[in-house]
Protein backbone atom coordinates (compact mmCIF):
# COMPACT_ATOMS: atom_id res chain seq x y z
CA UNK A 1 0.00 0.00 0.00
CA UNK A 2 1.42 3.15 -0.90
CA UNK A 3 2.10 5.34 1.85
CA UNK A 4 0.56 9.28 1.58
CA UNK A 5 2.43 12.22 1.03
CA UNK A 6 1.68 13.52 4.87
CA UNK A 7 3.15 10.31 6.09
CA UNK A 8 6.50 10.30 4.28
CA UNK A 9 6.86 13.71 5.54
CA UNK A 10 6.10 12.97 8.84
CA UNK A 11 8.76 10.40 8.40
CA UNK A 12 10.99 12.28 6.69
CA UNK A 13 10.85 14.56 9.98
CA UNK A 14 13.35 11.71 12.10
CA UNK A 15 16.03 12.41 10.24
CA UNK A 16 16.18 15.80 12.65
CA UNK A 17 16.69 13.82 15.76
CA UNK A 18 19.18 14.84 17.65
CA UNK A 19 20.02 17.85 15.44
CA UNK A 20 19.22 21.68 15.67
CA UNK A 21 19.14 24.45 13.30
CA UNK A 22 20.19 26.62 15.93
CA UNK A 23 22.09 29.69 14.49
CA UNK A 24 25.48 28.50 16.93
CA UNK A 25 25.89 25.15 14.68
CA UNK A 26 27.05 27.14 11.16
CA UNK A 27 30.07 26.55 9.43
CA UNK A 28 31.28 30.52 10.59
CA UNK A 29 31.15 29.20 14.26
CA UNK A 30 32.60 26.14 13.75
CA UNK A 31 35.55 27.86 12.01
CA UNK A 32 35.81 30.34 14.76
CA UNK A 33 35.80 28.07 17.77
CA UNK A 34 38.51 25.75 15.78
CA UNK A 35 40.38 28.16 14.77
CA UNK A 36 40.87 29.27 18.64
CA UNK A 37 41.70 25.73 20.10
CA UNK A 38 45.12 23.96 20.03
CA UNK A 39 44.41 21.35 22.38
CA UNK A 40 43.80 18.20 20.50
CA UNK A 41 41.02 16.68 23.08
CA UNK A 42 39.07 20.09 23.05
CA UNK A 43 39.29 19.50 18.92
CA UNK A 44 37.61 15.92 19.18
CA UNK A 45 34.90 17.18 21.78
CA UNK A 46 34.26 20.17 19.24
CA UNK A 47 33.65 18.12 16.08
CA UNK A 48 31.09 15.73 18.27
CA UNK A 49 29.55 18.42 19.54
CA UNK A 50 28.96 19.71 15.54
CA UNK A 51 28.28 16.38 14.31
CA UNK A 52 25.72 15.55 17.08
CA UNK A 53 23.95 18.84 16.76
CA UNK A 54 24.52 20.50 13.19
CA UNK A 55 21.92 20.92 11.00
CA UNK A 56 24.17 22.00 7.95
CA UNK A 57 24.83 18.13 6.54
CA UNK A 58 27.71 19.64 4.65
CA UNK A 59 29.86 20.74 7.24
CA UNK A 60 28.41 17.59 9.16
CA UNK A 61 30.11 15.28 6.73
CA UNK A 62 33.53 17.54 6.01
CA UNK A 63 34.28 17.32 9.72
CA UNK A 64 33.28 13.87 9.78
CA UNK A 65 35.75 12.98 6.90
CA UNK A 66 38.50 15.34 8.11
CA UNK A 67 38.45 13.45 11.69
CA UNK A 68 38.29 10.16 9.96
CA UNK A 69 41.27 10.85 8.09
CA UNK A 70 43.05 11.61 11.66
CA UNK A 71 41.50 8.93 13.78
CA UNK A 72 39.60 6.55 12.12
CA UNK A 73 38.37 4.36 15.39
CA UNK A 74 37.63 7.23 17.28
CA UNK A 75 34.81 8.92 14.74
CA UNK A 76 33.87 5.32 13.91
CA UNK A 77 32.54 5.05 18.15
CA UNK A 78 31.62 7.98 18.47
CA UNK A 79 28.92 7.22 15.46
CA UNK A 80 27.85 4.10 16.90
CA UNK A 81 27.27 5.53 20.26
CA UNK A 82 24.82 8.29 18.65
CA UNK A 83 23.44 6.06 16.08
CA UNK A 84 22.58 3.27 19.17
CA UNK A 85 21.35 6.09 21.00
CA UNK A 86 19.16 7.17 18.24
CA UNK A 87 17.81 4.14 16.44
CA UNK A 88 14.95 5.95 14.59
CA UNK A 89 16.99 8.81 13.19
CA UNK A 90 17.92 8.66 9.81
CA UNK A 91 21.13 11.02 10.20
CA UNK A 92 22.37 8.96 12.60
CA UNK A 93 22.57 5.56 10.69
CA UNK A 94 23.53 7.19 7.78
CA UNK A 95 26.60 9.39 9.52
CA UNK A 96 27.51 5.86 11.30
CA UNK A 97 27.19 3.98 8.03
CA UNK A 98 29.81 6.44 6.40
CA UNK A 99 32.66 5.31 8.16
CA UNK A 100 31.67 1.67 9.47
CA UNK A 101 34.74 -0.43 8.03
CA UNK A 102 32.34 -3.08 5.97
CA UNK A 103 30.48 -2.60 2.62
CA UNK A 104 27.86 -4.75 3.57
CA UNK A 105 27.10 -2.82 7.26
CA UNK A 106 27.44 0.72 4.84
CA UNK A 107 24.27 -0.31 2.57
CA UNK A 108 22.12 -2.01 6.07
CA UNK A 109 22.69 1.22 7.79
CA UNK A 110 21.74 2.89 4.22
CA UNK A 111 18.60 0.80 4.42
CA UNK A 112 17.79 2.03 7.79
CA UNK A 113 18.29 5.79 7.05
CA UNK A 114 15.69 5.59 4.28
CA UNK A 115 13.34 3.45 6.27
CA UNK A 116 13.57 6.15 8.84
CA UNK A 117 13.39 8.90 5.90
CA UNK A 118 11.90 7.68 2.37
CA UNK A 119 12.33 11.61 0.95
CA UNK A 120 15.80 12.19 2.09
CA UNK A 121 18.37 11.35 -0.69
CA UNK A 122 21.71 10.64 1.50
CA UNK A 123 20.74 6.95 2.60
CA UNK A 124 20.04 6.42 -0.99
CA UNK A 125 23.48 7.96 -1.72
CA UNK A 126 25.22 5.84 1.14
CA UNK A 127 23.70 2.31 -0.57
CA UNK A 128 24.22 3.27 -4.30
CA UNK A 129 27.81 5.47 -3.63
CA UNK A 130 28.65 1.30 -0.99
CA UNK A 131 27.70 -0.54 -4.18
CA UNK A 132 29.27 1.97 -7.10
CA UNK A 133 33.20 1.47 -4.52
CA UNK A 134 32.79 -1.49 -3.92
CA UNK A 135 31.38 -3.87 -6.52
CA UNK A 136 30.75 -2.16 -9.56
CA UNK A 137 34.76 -0.53 -9.26
CA UNK A 138 35.69 -3.96 -7.44
CA UNK A 139 37.76 -7.21 -9.17
CA UNK A 140 35.42 -10.29 -8.70
CA UNK A 141 37.95 -11.72 -5.61
CA UNK A 142 37.66 -8.06 -3.79
CA UNK A 143 35.99 -9.16 0.00
CA UNK A 144 32.74 -8.22 0.59
CA UNK A 145 31.87 -9.01 -3.69
CA UNK A 146 30.00 -12.17 -3.33
CA UNK A 147 28.02 -10.87 -0.66
CA UNK A 148 27.01 -7.39 -1.91
CA UNK A 149 25.85 -9.22 -5.46
CA UNK A 150 23.82 -11.33 -3.54
CA UNK A 151 22.11 -7.96 -1.63
CA UNK A 152 22.01 -5.54 -4.90
CA UNK A 153 18.58 -7.07 -6.39
CA UNK A 154 17.03 -5.91 -3.04
CA UNK A 155 18.62 -1.67 -3.50
CA UNK A 156 18.19 -1.54 -7.66
CA UNK A 157 15.58 0.74 -7.37
CA UNK A 158 17.76 3.00 -4.95
CA UNK A 159 19.10 4.05 -8.25
CA UNK A 160 16.58 5.87 -10.37
CA UNK A 161 15.16 7.04 -6.98
CA UNK A 162 18.30 8.88 -6.28
CA UNK A 163 17.72 10.62 -9.65
CA UNK A 164 14.25 12.03 -8.84
CA UNK A 165 15.13 13.23 -5.27
CA UNK A 166 17.85 15.23 -6.56
CA UNK A 167 17.29 16.27 -10.16
CA UNK A 168 19.31 19.13 -9.90
CA UNK A 169 22.31 17.10 -8.88
CA UNK A 170 24.43 15.32 -11.42
CA UNK A 171 26.12 12.66 -8.71
CA UNK A 172 23.08 10.34 -8.91
CA UNK A 173 23.74 10.02 -12.83
CA UNK A 174 27.45 9.15 -11.92
CA UNK A 175 26.21 6.69 -9.88
CA UNK A 176 23.79 5.21 -12.38
CA UNK A 177 26.11 5.10 -14.73
CA UNK A 178 28.39 2.65 -12.60
CA UNK A 179 25.33 0.98 -12.18
CA UNK A 180 24.30 0.45 -16.01
CA UNK A 181 27.85 -0.31 -17.01
CA UNK A 182 28.06 -3.30 -14.38
CA UNK A 183 24.86 -4.53 -15.46
CA UNK A 184 25.93 -4.22 -19.31
CA UNK A 185 23.06 -1.66 -20.09
CA UNK A 186 24.89 -0.01 -22.34
CA UNK A 187 21.90 1.99 -24.38
CA UNK A 188 20.82 3.34 -20.34
CA UNK A 189 24.52 4.55 -19.70
CA UNK A 190 24.46 6.62 -22.98
CA UNK A 191 21.21 8.21 -22.40
CA UNK A 192 22.77 8.72 -18.76
CA UNK A 193 25.91 10.52 -20.15
CA UNK A 194 23.74 12.55 -22.18
CA UNK A 195 21.73 14.11 -19.81
CA UNK A 196 24.61 14.03 -17.82
CA UNK A 197 26.44 16.05 -20.04
CA UNK A 198 23.38 18.62 -20.65
CA UNK A 199 23.37 19.16 -17.25
CA UNK A 200 27.42 20.10 -17.41
CA UNK A 201 28.45 17.73 -16.06
CA UNK A 202 32.39 17.73 -16.32
CA UNK A 203 32.70 13.84 -15.46
CA UNK A 204 30.90 12.89 -18.62
CA UNK A 205 33.70 12.78 -20.54
CA UNK A 206 34.22 11.64 -23.87
CA UNK A 207 36.70 8.94 -22.17
CA UNK A 208 33.71 7.58 -20.60
CA UNK A 209 31.44 7.45 -24.20
CA UNK A 210 35.34 5.67 -25.29
CA UNK A 211 34.16 3.11 -22.55
CA UNK A 212 30.87 2.73 -23.49
CA UNK A 213 31.89 2.07 -27.50
CA UNK A 214 34.40 -0.51 -25.80
CA UNK A 215 31.77 -2.39 -24.16
CA UNK A 216 29.39 -2.35 -27.26
CA UNK A 217 32.76 -3.72 -29.23
CA UNK A 218 32.71 -0.64 -31.57
CA UNK A 219 36.77 -0.28 -30.38
CA UNK A 220 37.46 2.07 -33.22
CA UNK A 221 34.63 4.53 -31.90
CA UNK A 222 36.11 3.89 -28.39
CA UNK A 223 39.22 4.88 -30.24
CA UNK A 224 38.29 7.77 -32.30
CA UNK A 225 36.20 9.50 -29.80
CA UNK A 226 39.35 9.27 -26.94
CA UNK A 227 41.99 10.64 -29.32
CA UNK A 228 39.67 13.47 -30.32
CA UNK A 229 39.37 14.20 -26.75
CA UNK A 230 43.44 14.20 -26.21
CA UNK A 231 43.57 16.81 -29.49
CA UNK A 232 41.29 19.13 -27.57
CA UNK A 233 42.87 19.50 -24.53
CA UNK A 234 46.37 20.77 -26.47
CA UNK A 235 48.40 18.03 -25.22
CA UNK A 236 52.24 18.64 -26.42
CA UNK A 237 53.05 16.13 -29.26
CA UNK A 238 55.51 14.27 -27.07
CA UNK A 239 52.89 13.50 -24.52
CA UNK A 240 49.86 12.62 -27.07
CA UNK A 241 50.12 9.16 -27.95
CA UNK A 242 51.17 8.14 -24.05
CA UNK A 243 47.57 9.99 -23.63
CA UNK A 244 45.57 8.34 -25.86
CA UNK A 245 47.36 4.49 -24.89
CA UNK A 246 46.63 5.77 -21.21
CA UNK A 247 42.52 6.37 -21.51
CA UNK A 248 41.94 3.94 -24.48
CA UNK A 249 43.82 1.20 -21.94
CA UNK A 250 41.40 2.41 -19.33
CA UNK A 251 38.19 2.27 -21.36
CA UNK A 252 39.08 -0.93 -22.61
CA UNK A 253 39.65 -2.86 -19.49
CA UNK A 254 36.50 -0.73 -17.99
CA UNK A 255 34.38 -2.57 -21.22
CA UNK A 256 36.26 -5.93 -19.75
CA UNK A 257 38.01 -6.14 -23.34
CA UNK A 258 41.47 -6.97 -22.38
CA UNK A 259 42.22 -9.28 -25.07
CA UNK A 260 41.34 -6.18 -27.28
CA UNK A 261 43.73 -3.60 -24.95
CA UNK A 262 46.58 -6.67 -25.49
CA UNK A 263 45.98 -6.50 -29.43
CA UNK A 264 45.93 -2.07 -29.59
CA UNK A 265 49.58 -2.47 -27.37
CA UNK A 266 51.43 -5.67 -29.69
CA UNK A 267 50.09 -3.97 -33.10
CA UNK A 268 52.89 -0.64 -32.00
CA UNK A 269 55.25 -0.98 -34.58
CA UNK A 270 57.94 0.09 -31.84
CA UNK A 271 56.45 -2.77 -28.96
CA UNK A 272 59.48 -4.65 -28.78
CA UNK A 273 61.43 -1.59 -27.59
CA UNK A 274 58.47 -0.06 -25.97
CA UNK A 275 58.75 -0.62 -22.04
CA UNK A 276 55.71 1.12 -21.28
CA UNK A 277 53.58 -0.92 -23.95
CA UNK A 278 55.00 -4.40 -22.51
CA UNK A 279 54.44 -3.72 -19.02
CA UNK A 280 50.92 -2.71 -19.82
CA UNK A 281 50.48 -6.11 -21.31
CA UNK A 282 52.08 -7.74 -18.64
CA UNK A 283 49.24 -5.86 -16.26
CA UNK A 284 46.27 -7.24 -18.75
CA UNK A 285 47.95 -10.63 -18.56
CA UNK A 286 47.84 -10.40 -14.57
CA UNK A 287 44.75 -9.07 -15.07
CA UNK A 288 43.28 -12.10 -16.43
CA UNK A 289 44.96 -14.48 -14.66
CA UNK A 290 47.25 -15.27 -17.31
CA UNK A 291 50.94 -15.37 -14.84
CA UNK A 292 53.08 -17.28 -17.57
CA UNK A 293 52.22 -14.59 -20.30
CA UNK A 294 52.59 -11.62 -17.58
CA UNK A 295 56.06 -12.64 -16.81
CA UNK A 296 57.16 -12.82 -20.06
CA UNK A 297 56.03 -9.36 -21.06
CA UNK A 298 57.05 -8.46 -17.87
CA UNK A 299 60.50 -9.61 -18.74
CA UNK A 300 60.09 -7.61 -21.92
CA UNK A 301 59.82 -4.47 -20.45
CA UNK A 302 62.60 -5.22 -18.66
CA UNK A 303 65.03 -5.70 -21.14
CA UNK A 304 63.73 -2.54 -22.48
CA UNK A 305 64.26 -0.43 -19.86
CA UNK A 306 61.39 -0.42 -17.80
CA UNK A 307 62.30 0.96 -14.23
CA UNK A 308 59.64 2.16 -12.21
CA UNK A 309 60.46 -0.06 -9.61
CA UNK A 310 58.02 1.17 -7.10
CA UNK A 311 55.06 1.48 -9.30
CA UNK A 312 55.36 -2.14 -10.04
CA UNK A 313 56.23 -2.86 -6.42
CA UNK A 314 51.89 -1.25 -5.73
CA UNK A 315 50.60 -1.87 -9.29
CA UNK A 316 47.28 -3.88 -8.18
CA UNK A 317 47.08 -5.13 -11.18
CA UNK A 318 50.12 -7.53 -10.44
CA UNK A 319 48.69 -8.61 -7.35
CA UNK A 320 48.13 -12.02 -8.79
CA UNK A 321 52.39 -12.47 -9.61
CA UNK A 322 53.59 -11.68 -6.01
CA UNK A 323 53.53 -14.87 -4.81
CA UNK A 324 55.21 -16.34 -7.91
CA UNK A 325 58.74 -17.05 -7.22
CA UNK A 326 59.18 -15.35 -10.68
CA UNK A 327 58.38 -12.04 -8.69
CA UNK A 328 61.67 -11.33 -6.90
CA UNK A 329 63.37 -11.63 -9.68
CA UNK A 330 61.25 -9.53 -11.50
CA UNK A 331 61.63 -6.77 -9.08
CA UNK A 332 65.33 -7.15 -8.62
CA UNK A 333 66.04 -6.44 -12.43
CA UNK A 334 63.10 -3.75 -12.05
CA UNK A 335 65.85 -2.20 -9.35
CA UNK A 336 68.78 -2.90 -11.42
CA UNK A 337 67.43 -0.61 -14.31
CA UNK A 338 66.37 1.95 -11.88
CA UNK A 339 69.88 2.27 -9.92
CA UNK A 340 71.65 2.12 -13.80
CA UNK A 341 69.17 5.16 -15.30
CA UNK A 342 70.53 7.71 -12.43
CA UNK A 343 72.52 9.74 -14.93
CA UNK A 344 69.58 10.01 -17.48
CA UNK A 345 67.29 10.84 -14.77
CA UNK A 346 69.15 13.55 -13.27
CA UNK A 347 70.36 15.04 -16.65
CA UNK A 348 66.38 15.19 -17.46
CA UNK A 349 65.55 16.63 -13.82
CA UNK A 350 68.03 19.37 -14.49
CA UNK A 351 66.80 19.75 -18.20
CA UNK A 352 63.13 20.50 -17.30
CA UNK A 353 64.56 24.14 -15.13
CA UNK A 354 62.38 27.48 -16.00
CA UNK A 355 62.82 30.77 -14.89
CA UNK A 356 59.61 32.44 -13.82
CA UNK A 357 59.66 35.11 -10.91
CA UNK A 358 57.36 33.49 -7.98
CA UNK A 359 54.26 35.47 -7.38
CA UNK A 360 55.13 37.46 -4.16
CA UNK A 361 53.42 36.13 -0.49
CA UNK A 362 52.70 36.78 2.80
CA UNK A 363 51.18 33.64 4.52
CA UNK A 364 51.05 32.69 9.01
CA UNK A 365 52.40 30.09 10.22
CA UNK A 366 51.67 27.57 12.91
CA UNK A 367 52.16 30.59 15.61
CA UNK A 368 50.46 32.84 13.97
CA UNK A 369 53.87 35.14 12.33
CA UNK A 370 53.86 36.44 8.55
CA UNK A 371 56.48 34.63 6.86
CA UNK A 372 57.05 36.68 3.99
CA UNK A 373 58.53 35.33 0.20
CA UNK A 374 60.20 38.83 -0.05
CA UNK A 375 62.46 38.18 3.03
CA UNK A 376 63.91 34.54 1.86
CA UNK A 377 65.82 35.92 -0.90
CA UNK A 378 69.25 34.39 -0.53
CA UNK A 379 67.86 31.30 0.60
CA UNK A 380 66.82 28.14 -2.32
CA UNK A 381 62.79 27.38 -1.19
CA UNK A 382 60.92 24.59 -1.71
CA UNK A 383 57.22 24.86 -1.57
CA UNK A 384 54.84 22.22 -1.33
CA UNK A 385 50.97 23.01 -1.33
CA UNK A 386 49.11 20.11 -0.08
CA UNK A 387 45.57 18.98 1.75
CA UNK A 388 45.34 16.73 4.73
CA UNK A 389 42.88 14.61 2.48
CA UNK A 390 45.05 14.55 -0.49
CA UNK A 391 46.17 10.41 -0.99
CA UNK A 392 49.33 11.87 -3.70
CA UNK A 393 49.82 14.58 -1.07
CA UNK A 394 50.29 11.91 1.92
CA UNK A 395 52.58 9.89 -0.38
CA UNK A 396 54.21 12.73 -1.04
CA UNK A 397 55.29 14.01 2.42
CA UNK A 398 57.13 11.33 3.69
CA UNK A 399 59.74 11.85 1.01
CA UNK A 400 60.16 15.89 2.00
CA UNK A 401 60.44 15.42 5.28
CA UNK A 402 63.00 12.34 4.37
CA UNK A 403 65.00 15.18 2.16
CA UNK A 404 64.71 17.95 5.05
CA UNK A 405 65.79 15.67 7.16
CA UNK A 406 68.65 13.72 5.40
CA UNK A 407 69.40 15.97 2.38
CA UNK A 408 68.68 19.39 2.35
CA UNK A 409 71.94 21.63 2.26
CA UNK A 410 72.97 24.83 4.05
CA UNK A 411 70.83 27.36 2.31
CA UNK A 412 67.96 25.41 1.53
CA UNK A 413 64.04 26.27 3.16
CA UNK A 414 61.13 23.92 2.91
CA UNK A 415 57.74 25.23 3.22
CA UNK A 416 54.42 22.78 3.74
CA UNK A 417 52.04 25.36 2.57
CA UNK A 418 48.21 23.88 3.12
CA UNK A 419 45.87 24.47 0.80
CA UNK A 420 42.03 23.44 -0.54
CA UNK A 421 40.97 22.04 2.63
CA UNK A 422 37.76 21.10 3.38
CA UNK A 423 37.39 21.41 6.87
CA UNK A 424 38.01 25.12 8.00
CA UNK A 425 40.39 26.07 10.61
CA UNK A 426 44.23 25.77 10.77
CA UNK A 427 44.03 23.07 13.64
CA UNK A 428 43.43 20.07 11.60
CA UNK A 429 46.78 20.58 9.02
CA UNK A 430 48.73 20.98 12.08
CA UNK A 431 47.71 17.96 13.98
CA UNK A 432 48.85 15.79 11.03
CA UNK A 433 51.67 17.59 10.84
CA UNK A 434 52.88 16.81 13.87
CA UNK A 435 51.22 13.31 14.48
CA UNK A 436 53.63 12.58 11.51
CA UNK A 437 56.51 14.62 13.11
CA UNK A 438 57.02 16.08 9.54
CA UNK A 439 60.29 18.89 9.60
CA UNK A 440 58.81 21.20 7.02
CA UNK A 441 57.79 24.51 8.01
CA UNK A 442 53.62 24.45 8.10
CA UNK A 443 52.36 27.96 6.46
CA UNK A 444 48.38 28.05 5.49
CA UNK A 445 47.46 29.61 1.88
CA UNK A 446 44.78 30.30 0.44
CA UNK A 447 42.57 30.28 -2.90
CA UNK A 448 44.50 33.38 -4.50
CA UNK A 449 47.32 31.71 -3.57
CA UNK A 450 46.85 29.02 -5.41
CA UNK A 451 45.61 30.90 -8.93
CA UNK A 452 48.55 32.83 -8.77
CA UNK A 453 50.90 30.13 -9.11
CA UNK A 454 48.44 28.50 -11.54
CA UNK A 455 47.91 25.01 -9.83
CA UNK A 456 45.56 23.08 -11.15
CA UNK A 457 45.85 20.27 -8.81
CA UNK A 458 48.12 18.63 -5.58
CA UNK A 459 50.76 17.98 -4.41
CA UNK A 460 52.18 21.12 -6.41
CA UNK A 461 56.09 21.43 -5.84
CA UNK A 462 58.17 24.17 -6.48
CA UNK A 463 61.89 25.48 -5.99
CA UNK A 464 62.58 28.97 -5.82
CA UNK A 465 66.05 30.27 -6.33
CA UNK A 466 67.64 32.58 -4.88
CA UNK A 467 66.37 35.85 -6.74
CA UNK A 468 63.12 34.85 -6.43
CA UNK A 469 62.64 33.05 -9.01
CA UNK A 470 60.67 29.49 -10.16
CA UNK A 471 63.58 26.99 -10.83
CA UNK A 472 61.76 24.15 -10.99
CA UNK A 473 57.93 22.98 -10.87
CA UNK A 474 55.93 19.61 -10.63
CA UNK A 475 52.27 18.63 -10.52
CA UNK A 476 51.46 14.99 -8.60
CA UNK A 477 53.80 12.78 -6.88
CA UNK A 478 56.39 10.91 -8.74
CA UNK A 479 58.92 8.16 -7.85
CA UNK A 480 61.41 10.52 -8.95
CA UNK A 481 60.79 13.18 -6.05
CA UNK A 482 63.12 12.10 -3.69
CA UNK A 483 66.09 12.37 -5.88
CA UNK A 484 64.84 15.51 -7.94
CA UNK A 485 64.77 17.87 -5.17
CA UNK A 486 68.64 17.08 -4.28
CA UNK A 487 69.50 17.58 -7.80
CA UNK A 488 67.47 20.78 -7.93
CA UNK A 489 68.44 22.27 -5.07
CA UNK A 490 71.99 21.93 -4.90
CA UNK A 491 72.17 22.97 -8.51
CA UNK A 492 71.12 26.23 -7.36
CA UNK A 493 73.69 26.60 -4.37
Not at 38 to 46: P, S, T, Y
Request: glycine residues 6%; hydrophobic residues 40%; proline residues 4%.
Amino acid sequence: MKKSLLALLAISCLIFVGLTTADDYTKESFESKLNSLEDQAKIVELFKDYIENSSDMDLVRAIQSQWEANDAEGVRSFMKELHEKNPTSATFAYLYGRVVESPVEQVKLGRKAIEQSMLWPYGYRLVTATYMQNLFEAGPEDEYVAELKAMLPEDEKDFATLIQLEPEEDYPLQFNLSYQKYIKDTDGALATLDKAKEMGARWASPIQYGTIYAMQGNFDKALSTITEFIDAQGVSPDERQQYIDYYYRNGLVGAGAHDAAIDYFKAKSDFATNDEAQYDVACLYAIKGEKDNAFAALTGAISAGFDKVENAKNDGDLAVLTDDPRWETAIADIQKNWDNGKPKRKAEALAAKVSEPAPDWSLEDKDGNIVKLADLRGSVLVLDFWATWCGPCRMAMPVIDKFVKEGAKDGVKVYSINVWERTPGKAMPLKFMQDNNYAMTLLYGDKDLTTAYGIQGIPFICVIDKDGNIAYKESGYSEKLGENLVWWTESLL
